[in-house]
């Protein structure tokens, strides 16, 4: 297998909605917000109308994407034997990607998240994790994690206690380890763990300028550099209108943007790249062209709703 990932297994409901609904609702946009109240999480949804609901979570759209450009994929994520549960695995099944993961009966029901998208194509993501955040070592097959030459993690699994031994088993286990820092809220919430496994644990790091300035508390984007350059590992960074930039030791290289788009839903665009990035990866290819196909993934994405292309 040539990518095995590791990530929340989440419904995504896609609903548009206007920059009223955000801020009456507290929301912070262009962020994600968790639910720990099923309830309230819920009572969100009542009045909006949805456009689509997919088999998401961050890691699974990158897998997605990976296997949609011909490479032999796998993953790992926690659902409950409910309807959503079903659909999840159903929706992997059905893009050709393996799932390591036998679903039973669990207290909690399967994840959902729901996106909102307002008027200026950013997304703003609440979710309730349900039991896929109740991932645990148990739920890890060392097995499909040692046959993978990589696997691909994501920040938003990573929590105290049950997760974290889930995290270190498939690290020990791993031939080669890549992982997204997800999102500000993540890195701020586990800021000394993240430093931690970007330091020590990983091969290859995808972050966003955001993210790892915030991960390492900088003061402009030269400092981000200098740090990165220090790991002697491979840091991806994503920068908007800017670009995206690879670390690789003393070695940095870059990408532009590419020109001229339709931008209708930004969601996906991350994980979208990061599936480009790792697609000529494993093919040994040069960073740049890694560079230039991430970048390309994420344009074909944002350019339409949700996180699948060619649905």
């Excluded at 992997?92 to 909690?108: G, T």
């Excluded at 955001?210 to 002697?232: D, M, P, W």
């Amino acid at each position: 297998m040539k990518v095995l990932g590791i990530g929340n297994a989440i419904v995504d409901v896609i609903c548009k909605v206007d920059d009223d609904f955000i801020d009456q609702n507290n929301l912070t946009k262009s962020t994600m917000k968790l639910f720990f109240d099923e309830n309230k999480f819920k009572s969100l949804l009542t009045d909006l109308k949805i456009e689509k609901t997919v088999s998401g979570g961050s890691v699974a759209n990158s897998i997605v994407g990976l296997s949609q450009l011909g490479n032999q994929v796998g993953f790992i994520g926690k659902v409950s034997d409910d309807e959503f549960g079903s659909k999840y695995e159903e929706g992997l099944k059905k893009e050709n990607v393996e799932y390591f993961y036998s679903k039973k009966n669990e207290e909690l029901p399967t994840g959902t998240c729901l996106i909102l998208i307002t008027p200026d194509s950013e997304r703003t993501m609440c979710t309730y994790l349900g039991t896929a955040g109740k991932i645990n070592e148990n739920d890890v097959s060392s097995d499909a994690i040692k046959k993978s030459e990589i696997i691909f993690l994501e920040g938003y699994l990573w929590d105290e206690g049950e997760p974290k031994k889930a995290f270190d088993k498939a690290i020990n286990n791993a031939n080669k380890v890549a992982m997204s820092l997800s999102d500000q809220f993540c890195v701020d919430r586990h800021k000394s763990h993240f430093l931690n496994l970007v330091k020590n644990k990983l091969d290859i790091t995808f972050a966003n300028e955001q993210e790892i300035t915030s991960l390492i508390e900088a003061k402009n984007f030269k400092e981000v550099i200098n740090f990165s350059k220090l790991l002697n590992k491979l840091v991806i960074i994503t920068r908007g209108q800017k670009g995206a930039i690879a670390i690789n030791g003393e070695e940095i290289i870059e990408s532009d943007i590419q020109k001229n788009l339709k931008i209708v839903d930004l969601t996906g665009a991350g994980d979208l790249f990061a599936a480009g990035f790792l697609h000529r990866y494993i093919k040994k290819l040069s960073i740049k062209e890694c560079l230039e196909k991430g970048t390309e993934m994420s344009s074909k994405i944002i350019q339409q709703i949700g996180a699948r292309l060619w649905d």
